[in-house]
C-alpha cells in the first residue's frame, strides 16, 4: 500500500484538522536568533519550581519502576491542598490531558461542545480529535461570557462547556453566578482555573452540590513544573472514578508526581514567587498604559493582554505582528495571535524586574521601526 492508501484510511475530518500552535521551545530559539532569550510567551514561572522539588528529583531513587496507576500519593496531597477528598481527585499528564478525558468520557462523535473565544486553543483542538463538533459563542468586545448567546446556541446535542478562569489569553474571571447558570443548562461545566492560584477566585466551593461541575487545574504556572505536565481535576467522586477508569494507566510520570508533591510541601515558597509575579503583572500592565498605543486589560493571571493600535491603514500586515517581530530579534518573545477578536493584540508573561524594563525598551524600540 502506498502512502495515498494510508491517508485514505484516516478520519476524513482529521486530514483538515488544523493543528494546535504552540510556543518554540527555548533551546532552538537561542541556537536560531544567537542570542539569550527572555521568555514572555508561555506563561510559564521564571523563578522556577521549588528547591524541594529540585533536591527531590536529583535523588529520586524510582525512576526505573513506573508510576502508581492511581496517583496514591499525590492524591492524598491533594486533598490536603485542596479540602476535596481523594476520591473526588484525578490527576494527568498537565490539564490537557483532563481536558482529553472529559471529552472522551462524555462526547461522540457529532455531539456539541460549547466554546468561548477568545480563550484556551486546547478546547476545540482536543473537540476535533474526539469527533465532536465545536460550537463557537464569542465573547463580548469586553471579553466577558455572552451569557444569552450561550443559551441561544445550547441543543440537543451539547454536552459539555469549557470556561476558563481566568481566561486565557483574556485574564478574566468567571463568576459563581455565571457558573450556576451555565451548570442549571444542564450541561457539563468544565471550569479550568490553570491560573487560579493568581486569580484567588475558584468554583470548586460549587462542586458538592453540582456533579455536573469539573475544575481543572496544574502545576505548570504556580509551582513552575510545566516541563513535567502535572495537571489534576476536582469533580463529584463517581465522575472522577470514571476518569481513573478511562484513563492511560501511567499518565503522570513518577518525577512529575515527585516533583508536584515536593511543592505541596513548599507551597509558602511557591506563593512567595506568586506574589513576585502578581506584583510584576501589575507594574507590567500600568507602564504598557503609558504608551499610547498599547492598551492593556486587566488581569487576574500571571500575563497581560494588551491591544496594540495600527501605526498606519495598510491593514495587510498588523501593527501587532510588527512589534512581535522586532522583539523576537531581540530575543524577547511575546503570544501573537491572529484569531478574530485578537488579530492586534500581543500576550505577554508576567517576568522577572529586569525581564519588564526590557520589554518596555524593547517596545519603544520595536514601535520606531513599524
Known sequence: MDIDGVEKLIRPELMTMRGYDPVEPIDVLEKELGTHIIKMDGN???YLCSPRATQILANFPYYHIYPDPLQRNLRKALSSYTGFSE?????GNG??????LVLR???RPGDEVLNCPPTFGMYPFTVGVVGGTIVNVP???DFVLDMAGIRAAKSDKTRVIFIASPNNPTGELVSDEEVLELLGMGLVVVVDEAYFEFGESSAAGLVAANPNLIILRTFSKWAGLAGLRVGYGLCHEKIAGHFLKIKQPYNVNVAGEAAAIASLEDVDYLRANVERLKAERNRMSS???KLPWMRPFPSSANFVLCRVAEKDASGAVTTARRLRDSL???GILVRFYETPGLRDCLRISAGRPEDT???LTGLVEAWNEA
Open 95 to 100: 490539564s490537557d490531558d483532563l481536558i482529553d
Open 105 to 107: 468520557l462524555f462526547v
Open 87 to 91: 476520591s473526588s481527585i484525578v490527576c
Open 328 to 330: 523576537r530579534k531581540r
Open 357 to 359: 524594563d526590557a520589554l
Open 139 to 141: 465573547r463580548r468586545d
Open 287 to 289: 507602564e504598557l498604559a
Open 44 to 46: 510559564e514561572n521564571p
